[in-house]
């Protein structure tokens, strides 16, 4: 089964931007997507970005659309989330997973890493 190492989270200021960086053990399966997704403190944990290996092609969260950017390194078998204009709403643990189910509910995902912290103060 494949491994999901995230990294790149920390503490900055709103306004600021941060980039994230989850590392595959191995390419996963082309024919699903991979995921970011979040957890706010006290929340349940959210979507906030796919991109499929196959074609690129990418969706977003209506709350970060514009500011968030997901991409892929496919040499690297590494996955990125570019976080622009942050927010302190933005403030949660960020996960990488592969996008298994058909949905947009924690249970559509699977092959979790173990997240990174990102805080943005105001």
């Known amino acids: 089964q494949v491994q999901l190492e995230e990294s790149g989270g920390g503490l900055v200021q709103a306004g600021d931007s941060l980039r994230l960086s989850c590392a595959a053990s191995?390419?996963?399966?082309?024919?699903?997507?991979m995921a970011w997704l979040r957890q706010p403190p006290g929340k349940e944990r959210e979507f906030v970005a796919a991109?499929?290996?196959?074609?690129?092609?990418?969706n977003y969260a209506d709350s970060v659309k514009g500011r968030f950017t997901i991409s892929t390194d496919n040499a690297k078998n590494t996955m990125y989330l570019q976080m622009n204009s942050l927010k302190p709403e933005d403030t949660a643990v960020y996960f990488c997973?592969?996008?298994w189910g058909s949905g947009y509910r924690k249970a559509d995902f699977g092959s979790w890493g173990q997240g990174t912290q990102v805080t943005v103060s105001s």
């Open positions: 191995r390419r996963p399966y082309s024919s699903y997507p």
């Open positions: 991109i499929s290996w196959k074609d690129g092609s990418t």
């Open positions: 997973a592969i996008k």
